[in-house]
C-alpha cells in the first residue's frame, strides 16, 4: 500500500492564495512543500482527509 504524500496544501493551516502558495499562520508557503519539511513541524491533514 502506498502512503499518500502529504504536503502543504493537503494541511488543515493552509489557505490558498492562488494555484502555488498558500498562506499559512502569515507566512506564504509554497503549496507543494512536504510536510515533513514543515518548519513548524505543524502539519495537520485536513478534517475528512
Ligand atoms: S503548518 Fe506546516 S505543513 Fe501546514 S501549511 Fe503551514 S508550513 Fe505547511
Redesign the pocket.
Known amino acids: 500500500m502506498s502512503e499518500k504524500k502529504?504536503?502543504?496544501?493537503d494541511?488543515?493551516?493552509?489557505k490558498p492564495i492562488d494555484e502555488m502558495k498558500?498562506d499559512?499562520?502569515g507566512?506564504e508557503?509554497p503549496a507543494d512543500?512536504p510536510?515533513e519539511?514543515?518548519?513548524?513541524?505543524?502539519?495537520?491533514p485536513r478534517e475528512g482527509e
Open positions: 502529504y504536503t502543504c496544501k494541511c488543515k493551516y493552509y498558500g499559512c499562520f507566512h508557503v512543500m510536510a519539511q514543515c518548519p513548524a513541524k505543524a502539519f495537520e
